[in-house]
């Protein structure tokens, strides 16, 4: 497949190394997108794809939100950047504000970054920083779990449990120890929380068993694990990890990095499945995708306990990005609580989800197809590994983009999760393209 798009010759390819892509099969076989609305990308050639994975879990409210852009664009004129150490700006407090009659009541300070992956970092150094003042520096391990993704930076790395992601980086933090991941055979072809499984939470117990549990600073999970392919947690199981968090003084951290506002059908994932963690990470939705930012939202009393442990003057946390609370990414932020609000988003997905779910559950019918998942605005199809791993996943994806679909696929699953200003004809688009490839396997 070649591109039109005259901007680009084959030649001006090369520069940019693309992340997380086969570059040189890439730039062999470009597929471009000049501009996306709403539900739509477009190619350089004017094909349209239908988005069923808003972008990357990003673009809740669609693409090209005209208030996004306009709020982004006043805000560059008026202030356009200012040091966020030591000098403020009044849209970050506001959105932080904001985004904390989202969160669970105690996490109501929200610290800026600007990815996913700065904000499980910044959450580890939170944990650690918390029980450092606390008396209890000894706390340096960290748990994480079997087929997590915790972004790239090299705390979350090596938090991470996708071999790939970890195999030449994961051992950057060596004090990281994995529980079992809830993928069970049992659990196939579930809509929502699996009922088995919840007892893998007690791998958390066996490992302050075996390490001591006053030796742990924090456990890290996405409380649906995304990246790898929708994984629910079984029914019980976060509760069961919050109780041996209690127990042993861990903290736990939910990374909502996907999770997120709606992605689950209510706010958080925390309240979707009504287990409050200590530190929850967001990023993506929070800006629609249209400017770079996250955020780690802290209990009152962990913010509490760093701030008044020092002397009364002085830096406190010494954390923080040149970019963090961005004024055109707090704009951005806050013409998206507005669409949150006015179009009563994270209702509309949740009053979608179950439609959602049967849609693609109905895919399980293609010979195809060994696995169907979901929860919330979110689902996985697997196909049928097809000589090694993740190959047939890459091909379907490609033939899916030449189909007119654009989704993420993580080796051979396929994840869907369209925005929540999805219709029903968007639906039954997307599931007809999907089937359509999925039977000419
Ligand atoms: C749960 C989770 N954490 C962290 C990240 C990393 O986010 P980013 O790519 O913005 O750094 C992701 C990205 O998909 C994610 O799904």
């Not at 497949?1 to 040189?24: E, R, V």
């Not at 990308?41 to 794809?49: A, C, H, S, V």
């Not at 002085?314 to 006015?342: K, Q, R, V, W």
Request: overall charge neutral; charged content about 20%.
């Amino acid at each position: 497949m070649g591109h039109n798009d005259p901007n680009l010759t084959a030649s001006s390819l090369q520069a940019h190394w693309m992340p997380f892509s086969p570059n040189k099969e890439f730039k062999a076989e470009p597929r471009l997108f000049a501009r996306a609305k709403g539900m739509y990308f477009y190619t350089p050639e004017g094909r349209e794809l239908i988005d069923a994975s808003s972008g990357l879990f990003c673009v809740a409210a669609g693409h090209c939100r005209e208030e996004i852009a306009q709020a982004v664009f006043e805000q560059l004129q008026t202030l356009d950047y200012t040091a966020p150490f030591l000098r403020g700006q009044s849209k970050a407090f506001e959105l932080a504000e904001r985004i904390a009659h989202y969160t669970p009541a105690d996490l109501n300070r929200v610290f800026f970054v600007n990815s996913g992956s700065e904000s499980v970092d910044t959450a580890m150094k939170m944990a650690l920083a918390y029980h450092r003042v606390r008396g209890e520096s000894q706390r340096q391990l960290f748990v994480s779990r079997e087929r997590a993704y915790h972004g790239v930076n090299m705390g979350g790395v090596s938090l991470a449990g996708m071999v790939n992601n970890r195999r030449a980086f994961g051992t950057g933090l060596a004090g990281v120890h994995h529980i079992r991941h809830t993928a069970l055979p049992q659990n196939r072809f579930v809509k929502g929380q699996p009922e088995h499984g919840a007892d893998l939470a007690d791998d958390l117990q066996r490992l302050c068993d075996l390490y001591g549990g006053e030796n742990i600073a924090a456990c890290f999970v996405e409380p649906t694990a995304g990246s790898f392919g929708c994984l629910p947690p079984p029914k019980g199981y976060l509760d069961r990890l919050r109780a041996i968090c209690d127990r042993h003084g861990i903290l736990l951290v939910f990374d909502e990095v996907i999770t997120g506002w709606g992605r689950m059908g209510a706010n958080f994932g925390a309240q979707a499945f009504g287990v409050t963690p200590d530190l929850m990470t967001m990023a993506k939705a929070l800006t629609n995708g249209a400017q770079p930012m996250g955020a780690v939202a802290a209990k009152q009393a962990i913010y509490d306990t760093i701030t008044n442990a020092g002397p009364a003057k002085g830096i406190e946390f010494f954390h923080g990005y040149t970019y963090s609370a961005h004024p055109a990414a707090c704009a951005a932020g806050l013409a998206m609580m507005d669409i949150f609000a006015n179009e009563r988003l994270i209702e509309r997905a949740a009053a979608m989800a179950p439609g959602f779910a049967d849609a693609i559950h109905a895919l399980r019918d293609c010979p195809v197809v060994t696995d169907v998942r979901s929860i919330g605005m979110m689902a996985a199809v697997d196909v049928a590994v097809d000589g090694a791993p993740g190959v047939r996943g890459h091909e379907v994806q490609k033939r899916l983009f030449d189909a007119g679909l654009h989704l993420k696929s993580t080796g051979d699953a396929l994840i869907i999760a369209p925005a929540f200003v999805m219709e029903p004809k968007h639906l039954d688009e997307i599931v007809s393209k999907l089937r359509a490839v999925l039977l000419s396997l």
